[in-house]
């Protein structure tokens, strides 16, 4: 019984209180195709992620808004959807598109040091849609919102 109440506990206590936090959606546009996003645009919420999410629709993402421009670097801990990473810069330029494993702690980092964005969608999509790293995506927030 005291094992069952330790587990027990353990669980409420690893699963962040703020797991469905609901968090203000936008459209991007890229390559003719609109996707709604929710934003990632405070600590908490990029430190959130996409975690503990069991399902992602086909044209839904999260977009991670940076207070600067820096290396980024990404890990799927307690993420149980498989996803693909773009990094893009202020611009709106993606620069690099990288696939993710689920529950693996092992960093995706970028190359570029000018990385103001990052936008996950459901592994595959930016293959299935034509994106590639040199396209813009249009309706990103601008600096002054954010």
């Known amino acids: 019984m005291l094992l069952y109440k330790s587990i ?4 409420v206590y690893t699963i962040p209180i703020f797991a469905n ?3 203000r959606k936008i459209e991007l546009s890229i390559n003719n195709h ?14 959130q992620g996409l975690m503990f999410r069991q399902h992602l629709g086909s ?3 999260m977009l991670f808004v940076f207070p600067d421009q820096d290396y980024r670097s990404f890990y799927m801990k307690n993420t149980f959807i498989p996803l693909s ?13 990288y696939d ?15 990385i103001a964005f990052a936008l996950e969608l459901n592994q595959g999509s930016f293959e299935q849609f034509g994106i590639k790293p040199g ?7 601008i600096a002054s919102q954010r």
């Open 8 to 11: 027990i506990l353990s669980l």
């Open 59 to 61: 044209k839904e993402g």
């Open 21 to 23: 936090i609901s968090l």
């Open 85 to 97: 990473i773009a990094y893009i810069d202020i611009d709106g330029t993606i620069l690099e598109i």
């Open 34 to 47: 609109t996707f709604l996003v929710e934003l990632a645009d405070t600590p908490e919420s990029r430190a």
């Open 100 to 114: 993710m494993t689920p529950f693996s702690q092992r960093s995706v980092q970028s190359r570029n040091n000018n």
């Open 135 to 141: 396209m813009k995506i249009r309706n990103l927030p």
